[in-house]
């Protein structure tokens, strides 16, 4: 044995509508393997707890609210690739910034993941795209694969495609915080049902750590009060219709942990490890 578990973490496909209209979903998956999750630590930095106690007692979660961003991401044109490339680009920048600061205050290593565009289904290190996907994030060379489609330029909605990249920058940040590599060698040799059980837990936490983020640029995307409850009535019912095995949670779940981490702009609110099975159904 390498020391390596395999591990195939299914993310995000925030699905969100504008305050008017319903709008067609944007999807991801998250396939990884258990490597090392931070790179070397320097001088007065630590190494990312290890085992359970990554996912259930991160130090991210004393951390406090994360700070509030100016973005400035500018705007998405419905079938224009470069103003989406653009957007995503510099949302990633802002991203960047905020768990920069946000890793600081643990004394954990932060590393910026790579962002790759694709008008095709790629096969990465972590394994073939899958058809549905309009994004992904593989912890193997920390790299966060957009799609470029038509399918997903239809959505000019700016507040969609925030918690969708947010949520797979998420898996970047769970992996960093070493909860991958517990969640990778937690399911190596499960039943099938506590694989999905976990993978449920996995993807709840990274809407809530998207939602997190969002709050605290809200005012720069902008988003507006009516469209954020929009598009978490739209996740409620019908966030789950991507995901036939159950490995993302519920409509009904993913929408509570996206209201918890916009609630609370911290990864306080995000501990979906130590929550109650009906919680992360």
Known sequence: ?????????????????????????????????????????SAGEQAPPRGRAAATASPLYRTGTLPTMRCQAGQIRAGSAASYRTFV????RCLNLAW???????????SHPKLRFSTVKVTTPC?????????????????????????????????????????EYGHHVQHLAGIIAYY??????????TKLAFSRRLELQADCLASAFLRQAADDLPLE?????????????????????????????????????????SPSGCNTWTAPTGRVA
């Open 100 to 110: 920069k600061t946000q890793f600081r205050k643990t004394n954990l290593p932060f």
């Open 89 to 92: 680009t510099k949302l990633i």
């Open 1 to 41: 044995m390498t020391g390596l578990s395999p591990v195939s973490a299914s993310a995000s496909r925030t699905v969100a509508p504008s305050a008017s209209q319903q709008v067609a979903p944007v999807t991801g998956t998250t396939p990884g393997t258990a490597t090392s999750p931070g790179s070397a630590a």
């Open 127 to 167: 394994g073939r795209w899958p058809t549905s996907a309009g994004g992904m994030y593989c912890s193997s060379n920390r790299t966060i694969y957009i799609g470029v489609t038509r399918e997903v330029l239809k959505n000019a909605f700016v507040a969609n495609h925030a918690q969708f990249i947010a949520h």
């Open 184 to 193: 990778s060698n937690s399911i190596w040799r499960a039943s099938a049902s």
């Open 225 to 265: 009060e009516a469209q954020w409850e929009a598009m978490v009535s739209w996740v409620s019912v019908n966030g789950h219709k991507n995901w036939p095995k159950n490995d993302h949670g519920k409509g009904r779940s993913q929408a509570y942990w996206m209201e918890r981490g916009f609630n609370a702009g």
